[in-house]
């Protein structure tokens, strides 16, 4: 089973949680664009839910495939939401972001009774941090906005490049109009003191750290899919 094939398999596991009259929350990713693929033929088949994305990209595909859209102003309220992780550990607490799509994703997870989290194996790690952490800011007070975050992180022992993520020549521009910051600390062993930290500093508009807001993982690997309570590996 290649890479591919378990993102599949998590998607597909995933799929069985989700009810005809759900509202959903849909998720931003490579993971999540092979759960919208899947959930576009059930609906063809007759499910009926109402989605909310939590990126253009992810509405793109949606129409596309023609997955019923809604936005979270018109459904503020979430049954479920699919989502993918760019690392999670044994509690559950997750780095998102890698699409570009955090700001979204969190406030689409923060609107919904559940989050389901869909991923292959080589995502479950012991501690995070070696995936980079995208830190979304405003353009505005970059250079200070990065000066602060440098302070932030040394202050918790933490280091590592702080890297500005592109899309070509450009810097890469958030849904939202923002810039992210990728900060490759290494680990990262107390994420809800980084997380309070970086959420004092005003250039930061957010970050990837989703603490307590999974309340179960799907993970795939060659033996097939597996689920995750918070806290056990």
Do not use: W
């Not at 009774?113 to 479950?124: C, E, L, N, P």
Request: charged share 20%; with cysteine.
């Amino acid at each position: 089973m290649d890479a591919r094939q378990m993102k599949i398999e998590a998607a597909r596991a995933a799929l069985a949680y989700v009810e005809s009259g759900m509202r959903l929350g849909i998720g931003t990713g490579s993971t999540a664009e092979e759960f919208v693929r899947l959930l576009a033929e059930k609906v063809a088949a007759g499910l009926s839910i109402q989605g909310v994305p939590t990126s253009e990209r992810t509405a793109k595909l949606c129409t596309e495939l023609g997955v019923p859209l809604k936005s979270l102003d018109e459904l503020p309220e979430l049954d479920l939401t699919i989502d993918g992780a760019d690392e999670l550990d044994g509690a559950l607490t997750l780095i998102k972001g890698g699409g570009g799509a955090l700001l979204r994703e969190k406030i689409v997870a923060a609107s919904s009774a559940r989050m389901i989290v869909i991923a292959d194996q080589s995502k479950v790690v012991e501690t995070l941090g070696a995936f980079p952490l995208p830190i979304e800011v405003n353009p505005f007070g970059l250079v200070s906005t990065r000066i602060l975050i440098e302070k932030a992180a040394s202050r918790l022992g933490l280091s590592g490049a702080l890297n500005m993520r592109h899309s070509g020549d450009s810097l890469f521009v958030t849904d939202g109009g923002h810039f992210i910051v990728d900060a490759s600390f290494g680990r990262i062993p107390d994420a809800e003191a980084l997380s309070s930290e970086l959420y004092s500093i005003p250039g930061v508009v957010e970050h990837g750290l989703f603490i307590h807001m999974a309340t179960q993982a799907i993970i795939a690997g060659p033996a097939g899919a597996r689920t995750l309570q918070a806290n056990n590996t």
